[in-house]
């Protein structure tokens, strides 16, 4: 109900995906009658809804320290619960961020080994796959050393199953790729990480700039809520900058508007690649349940992208893939700890 | 002599800065029997470069503190020295960032009033002037409330000399535009801008985002410089990817490219006008002196920009100016201290 375009656009969103995906069932949640109005447009979509009645409704301006007090009744509340309940196995939000990731860590609770939850969130790349992995994109503004390390083991976890890499390489975002660069808990984490790429089974290539944030020599993209929500941002609003600009030039004068009738196609197939909806849904990893944030201005087809992501996570086994990751790494370090100067062999899964 | 390209591109840039402006003279610093060849290949320019014999070089892996140690008799100290002794307005650099500031500061000492110097760097906009001002760039990792307070200052000092705006609109960057996000300082630097905007004659607009750095609601963004350096490396490599896949998306079908042959104007005026040589420059402030860095990989049109931006910069008489505008707000900061409750006239310069 939070989102700025309102239900009728996440309705729409679900219809899409729909109709794409025979295989998907909703719980859908808000004030029964309304939604009711909104699934009974759309033909069938009713056999594939349930509705869970919510009045309240959490709105962008609300504070998340509000919302843990009296969010109880809303439908992004009621949204977090199915899936703490195991009725859902993935809840969907277009609301306000914070308030959700608030609402998800009470209710969700963190993963054994998870000290700060993260908001990972694709980035068109040059890589096969077309995406990076980049987190913590804004789920809180600090993180210190071991946070990093953990955002890794998560980040690589969403990497083989979100984007199915076998071995994903791993960057940490910093302001220059030498050694001595960067904050305290940036060098100390670097120090940290050839271990645990070695425990966990990813490749750690060491810093990594802005510039490498779409780049093929990294897979997932490793750095503080802070730093990587003004990246992102930063990166939408360039991306956006240059398609006006693009947009600009071709109606310019009439042979460069016949121009860019012919190149139609080529225009559409550049417009696909950057549609920043295609990578719509940020997801909230280290909780004992899966969140995707969908863009608060998403329109359906965002929103069905969101679906998709998720829809995607739900059926790699993607949640207790990642907590049995971070409980065995966490359980690896406390040995490695205590036994510090002992050789010992570790085991790998694949999860 | 430190750029990637090597001092042949410095001199091709001269070469192009000298041929387009008559008013600039040129000390050129490195080892003179090189340098003077490279001058001599082109016409005319012998006559308006003076040559400082420098043999050393500071190289794009030595680390600042080495550089402050045994740097002198490299062509990076000797340039910075020209402006220290007033034989030259403004120092032009493509050498390593770190070092060169790090040289700048001990030579030429950082102005009264000033904490932390920063680097301001131009971003394409959707604004009159076509760019906006972004700083620190990465001068400092760190940035207090003061010092973020100070960027302000600079900056607007900058946007007025260098952009010809009489009210800079300055914004602070952060992961939302609400009072209570953002760490402790921004939030600090939040509550004085507003007497800081009245004394120094700017308007601040608050809290800005990433998606903001282009935008046509703010002028100048005041930011730590990690932060700032992860924003502007993230820009450029965004800019580069949509950059790519449009030749791409141009390159698939004898169709496209022929629409692209059509549209060579249009794709070139586009190209223009995200091309990161046109603003290449990122101006140090808060020195007794100008001093301007230019991409370590600029090539011959980079390099002449640059040196294009220090020569608006010598000629507008920035440096007195942005020192008057500072020292006087300092001093009105401190007058302010230490009468705070009682009412004060505060005369606003247009420095």
Redesign the interface.
Known sequence: MGGDRGPAAVVAGIAESAEKNPDIHFIVHGPRAEIEQLIARRSGLAARCDIRDAAGVVTM?D?PSQVLRKGEGTSMWSAVESVRLGEATVAVSCGNT?ALMALSMLRLRKLPGVNRPAIACLW???NPQGFNVMLDC?AD?RADAQDLVTYALMGTSYARNGLGLARPRVGL?N??T?E?K??PEMRQAHELMPATAEAANFDYVGFV???????DRVDVIV?D???G??????????????????KE??G??I??K???L??L???K??QK??DPRRVNGGVFLGLNGTVVKSHGSADSTGISAAIKLAFQLAQSGFQDRLAARVAQTAAQAAALNTTRNENQDHSEGTS
């Open positions: 301006d504070k914070g068109p790349s040059r804004g503004i975002l302001v220059g030498e001595h960067g904050r700039e802005g510039g490498d944030l779409p780049s750095t809520g802070f730093t929500n003004v990246a992102l941002k930063t990166g939408e609003g360039t991306a956006k900058l240059v398609g006006d600009f693009l030039a071709f310019k004068s042979l460069s016949f121009a860019a012919l190149a196609n080529s225009l197939r550049l690649r950057i």
